[in-house]
Each structure stands twice: as C-alpha cells, then as structure tokens.
C-alpha cells in the first residue's frame, strides 16, 4: 500500500531550528515534495527532493535518503510567520502525488 | 506571476443539488488536477486531467463527480447531487509538464459546505 507518516504537531520558539520527518512507502518514485499550508488557505510548494542529499533554499532545506524512504524539512530561524502545517508528498509512478496527513508547526515567542 | 484561481470562494449548498467549481488553471500548464481536503484531515487526490480527458482518478471520484474543459482556460468540476460528506475544500492545481521536478501549483480553493 502506499503510505506517508509525519508527526502531527511540533512545537518550536521563534528564532530557533526545527526538523520535521516524514517516512514514505509509494508505488515507485518520483520525487519527495514540502508544502506549507497556512490554515484555510491553499498548500504552496516549498521544496523538491529526487535525489539523496540535501536541497537548501534560504532558511528551509529538505533531505531525502531513498534507500530508507525518509525525508526531512529544516527550518532555520524561525519566525512566527512559520507557524503552519507542512505536508510531505511522494509522487508515485504515475505522477501523482500521495499526501501525507502534514505536520502542524507552533511557533511561541 | 501567474497563478490559479477558483471561483466560487465559498460555495454553501443544500444536499442533493448540483454544484461547479470552477477553475483557471496557469494558461500554459498541460495538466490539472481536482484535490479535497475535508476539514483537519489530509489533502486527497480526486482527478487528473490532461489532453482534454481524465487520465487518472481515486476511488473517491465516484459517478456522482465528473470534470470539463469546456474551453481554453476554465477547468470545472460538478458535483451532482451533493452528500453532507462533500463538505471540504476543493483544491484546483496545474502543471506545465509530465514529469519531475515540475511542480503543481494550487488554486486559493474552495470551501463546500453542503447542508
């Protein structure tokens, strides 16, 4: 079956760093992708992974080991702005993406 | 920059009635999609479409929803007669090519609410 876990909620304090995991099993693969989405609003594409490593962009960057089916999201200094669910997605072999149920990330002072 | 829309914002609607929502997807992407997310519950998948046909759909996309590209820029789904648990948001997402590391890009959605 296909499947994608993610913590549901973190916490954090404003200006530190935090790392949300996500674990995928797909029908093949075809890239891991980060979402933010703010609440009521729509998902908004942060990063992309397809091959191992690491992918930075400013103050976000995104890991992805496909020999463990692991993904991470990094955030540095965070802002309360950050405050927002982040939603892993591996995209299977038809090009779909398969969501996971997102992380909801608190920021406090 | 270019970017999705859907209309309505809200639509609230008695069940059993008929619903479209509509979309314009970025004017040069290939490929649309329809998504839901019930409210606190993940993102999931309806349809794809491309080349003026579905090319995928979940099992949530029943005979009750269908899709349309009636011409160059809309792209809508219809609701038939609508079910208290068509109640969410109804994402619209396009992209411009078949394969990675091509993104897709999402509408603002919107929200259902089916009494």
């Known amino acids: 079956g296909q499947n994608i876990d993610q913590p549901t909620e973190m916490t954090a304090t404003e200006g530190a760093i935090v790392q949300i995991n996500c674990t995928y099993q797909t029908s093949g693969f075809n890239g891991l992708f980060w979402y933010q989405q703010h609440a009521g609003e729509a998902p908004t594409f942060l990063s992309y992974?397809?091959l191992d490593g690491l992918e930075e962009k400013g103050r976000f960057s995104s890991f992805l080991s496909r020999s463990k089916g692991y993904s991470y999201l990094l955030l540095k200094e965070l802002q309360m702005k950050d405050s927002a669910s982040y939603l892993c997605a591996s995209m299977d072999s038809n090009y779909q993406l398969i969501w996971g149920a997102g992380t909801k990330l608190i920021i406090k002072p | 920059e270019p970017e999705v829309t859907q209309t309505p914002s809200h639509q609230v609607t008695q069940m059993g009635q008929e619903v479209i929502l509509r979309c314009v997807p970025i004017?040069?992407?290939?490929?649309f999609y329809w998504y839901r997310q019930i409210l606190g519950q993940k993102v999931e998948f309806l349809v794809s479409?491309?080349?003026?046909?579905?090319?995928?759909k979940s099992e949530i996309f029943d005979d009750q929803f269908s899709v349309e590209r009636p011409d160059g820029s809309n792209f809508t789904l219809k609701i038939r007669s609508t079910k208290l648990e068509d109640s969410a948001m109804y994402f619209c997402?396009?992209?411009?090519?078949?394969?990675?590391?091509?993104?897709?890009?999402f509408g603002p959605g919107t929200r259902l609410t089916v009494l």
């Open positions: 479409f491309y080349n003026n046909e579905i090319s995928e």
């Open positions: 997402a396009s992209r411009e090519t078949s394969g990675p590391p091509d993104t897709q890009y």
């Open positions: 992974n397809v």
């Open positions: 004017s040069n992407h290939l490929y």
